[in-house]
């Protein structure tokens, strides 16, 4: 691979990163300007997203955006996938479906939380990424840089096994700083028997006859978790890309070993040139999880009252996760989504516009996404517009830049316990075969501007019934 296909020698557009390869905030230089490509490690879907997992999601959705403005709209390539082969979906679909194959479990459960993390990070402005690939489509890429890692002599079969050979790569270690002898040298550790090197991480591993698997020269069997993500990214950006991202948990073991096996399999010097990682949302100083069982799903925040005795909408949500940047831990609290919906309150409702936004607002999350300091000058552009309809366009191009907007008042009046209802009796209605009933209610919906969209359930032929504001 020639160094010009890698190296970052692009024009400079302001545009300055805080890379974990260095800890250093550098100048960004895109490897190719007409092609500038960003890559994200995406939700496992077993369960519903928790707000901590929509951090990366929209802080990454704000990369995009200010890509997309610096490079162009049609010269970024962005890339969040999506994990749908893991153990934890196993036991999901066991538990959750005991009565199904577990192949059609797993479907179940994986399309389900898939659906729903869309719907959820939808309601926060998240923009789809431009690909958005499956593992479980990418078995056969997997199996093929497995082969390739074995055959240079980087990963070893052992006890059921295809293992990473980390002591086969002498610069292991180099994104979390841990070096080999560290782990070494911590003589507590326990080594699985099989393995050579107590960080040696799992390719491959054979699969029992209830258990899902493909067939591979070592037998039918599944992935490691972070083989999927170099294969992908490989897929759709190629060997060598420009930023890589995720929440900072993933820096070790997961980034690291992405690396790992990147390099190896393609003999290249990095994987990508810059590495973002965005810090923890903590509730009480500790990081939302699942295991803390300290957690709010997207969804409950948006559609329950379990948070505050409230729903939260999306705007506001989404508002009070920028005004921390990206790399600063959030306390997750009432007073934050307070401040960010008094904010909100101020703005006057968005226009539709073509005009450049802000060069200042431009100018600061050029600044290692400096968005809680864009926020404050939007803040005071919104306030003129607000009194200066001139102002309106450059506030809304701004504002779309962050894509933040205030809470629409269309939806905020709206009941959607009554519409619930109302679409629900028009399912019976349709069931019953009561066309004019049906008719109605449809209709009565439309008046308020509510708009159903019906579809049918792929493996049942159940009709299923959403439903959507009109603007
Ligand atoms: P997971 O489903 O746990 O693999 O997480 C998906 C993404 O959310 C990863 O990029 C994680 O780093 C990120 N993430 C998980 N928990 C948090 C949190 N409390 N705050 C910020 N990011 C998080
Ligand atoms: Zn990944």
Not at 13 to 31: M, P, S, V
Not at 236 to 243: A, E
Not at 292 to 303: A, D, K, M, R, V
Not at 442 to 469: C, M
């Amino acid at each position: 691979m020639s160094a010009a296909e890698t190296q970052a020698t692009g024009t400079f557009k302001g545009l300055k990163l805080t890379n974990t390869l260095t800890r250093q905030k550098e100048d960004f230089r895109a490897i190719d300007d007409e092609n500038v490509r960003l890559y994200v490690c995406g939700p496992t879907v077993y369960d519903y997203a928790h707000i901590g997992n929509a951090r990366p999601a929209i802080v990454f959705d704000v990369m995009f955006r200010l890509l997309k403005h610096l490079y162009g709209e049609d010269h970024v390539t962005y890339v969040r996938n999506i994990t749908d082969v893991d153990d934890k979906i196993n036991a999901r679909a066991l538990r959750d479906y005991p009565d199904l194959a577990l192949n059609d479990a797993i479907a179940k459960v994986t399309r389900k939380t898939a659906d729903q993390y869309h719907k959820d990070i939808k309601a926060l402005h998240v923009q789809e990424p431009t690909f958005e690939p499956r593992a479980t489509q990418h078995i056969e890429g997997m199996v093929k840089m497995i082969g390739v890692l074995i055959e240079k002599g980087h990963a070893y079969q052992a006890g059921g096994e295809v293992l990473f050979d980390t002591g086969s790569m002498p610069d292991y270690g180099g994104l979390s700083k841990r070096k080999l002898e560290d782990q070494l040298a911590g003589a507590r550790i326990a080594v699985d028997a099989h393995k050579k090197n107590p960080g040696d991480f799992v390719l491959w591993k054979l699969s029992s006859e209830e258990e899902p698997g493909w067939d591979s020269p070592w037998g039918r069997g599944r992935p490691g978790w972070h083989i999927e993500c170099s294969v992908m990214s490989e897929h759709h950006l190629g060997k060598v890309f420009d930023i890589h991202g995720g929440g900072l948990d993933l820096i070790f073991p997961h980034h690291e070993n992405e690396i790992a096996q990147s390099c190896c399999a393609h003999d290249t010097r990095t994987m990508a040139n810059y590495w973002m990682h965005n810090g923890f949302l903590q509730v009480e100083g500790r990081k939302m999880s699942k295991s803390e069982g300290n957690f709010f799903t997207i969804q409950e925040l948006l559609e329950t009252e379990n948070f505050g005795g409230r729903k939260w909408p999306g705007e506001v949500l989404r508002l009070a996760m920028l005004m921390t940047n990206y790399r600063e831990p959030i306390d997750f609290s009432m007073r934050k989504l307070e401040e960010a919906e008094n904010l909100l309150a101020k703005w006057p409702d968005l226009v539709e516009t073509n005009v450049e936004p802000d060069p200042e607002i431009v100018e600061l999350l050029s600044d290692d996404l400096n968005s809680s300091a864009a926020i404050q000058a939007l803040h005071a552009l919104a306030v003129e517009a607000a009194k200066d309809p001139q102002k309106l366009p450059v506030y809304s191009a701004s504002a779309d830049l962050l894509g933040v907007a205030p809470v629409s008042a269309d939806l905020s009046g709206i009941d959607e316990t009554a519409i619930d209802a109302a679409v629900k009796a028009r399912l019976d209605a349709l069931k019953n075969k009561n066309w004019d009933e049906a008719d109605r209610i449809r209709n009565e919906l439309a008046s308020q501007g509510i708009q159903l969209k019906d579809s049918k359930d792929s493996e049942t032929g159940e009709r299923l019934t959403s439903w959507e504001v009109k603007k």
